[in-house]
């Protein structure tokens, strides 16, 4: 008897997670949440390192799941203008909390840098090592 191959039960977050996980849609995303309506070259300064081809890539995919607005202005030159939607501003607690989150270790980061040599990194090493499950 052959068996055929069974389809995974439908998952809302890991399709949410397939879109925001790829590279650069949190940075696009969390500059347009906090800067508001930005027209496409200034984003693309924003996301420092970002090519125009996949900003524009991941504006697209963005625009289609509705999470940003695409205003296109027929003027000379054109003038678009990306910003985020409703369905967006749903989630920029998240985004707040994950900001508060980045700041925290980034200052815990730093004061481990200006620890001595083998003072708290070592103990914290060690207590990593204790609390993982064998």
């Known amino acids: 008897m052959r068996q055929t191959a069974k389809t995974p039960p439908h998952c809302p ?9 790829r590279p650069w849609t949190m940075h696009i995303l969390w500059v347009l949440s906090t800067n508001g309506p930005t027209r496409f070259g200034a984003l693309r300064r924003q996301v420092e390192g970002i090519s125009s081809r996949v ?3 991941r504006l ?7 999470f940003v607005f695409r205003d296109y202005e027929a003027t000379i030159p054109p003038s678009v203008t990306y910003g985020i939607t409703n ?3 749903d989630i920029s607690k998240v985004l707040g909390g994950l900001d508060e989150l980045a700041r925290k270790w980034q200052q815990e980061d730093a004061h481990l840098r200006t620890k001595p040599e083998g003072g708290k990194i070592r103990t914290q090493r060690a207590e990593v090592r204790e609390s993982a499950p064998a």
Do not use: I, N, Y
Not at 13 to 21: D, K, R, S, T
């Open 13 to 21: 977050f890991g399709e949410l997670l397939e879109v925001l996980a």
């Open 55 to 57: 900003l524009t890539e």
């Open 60 to 66: 697209r995919v963005l625009e289609q799941k509705g």
């Open 87 to 89: 369905r967006m501003k």
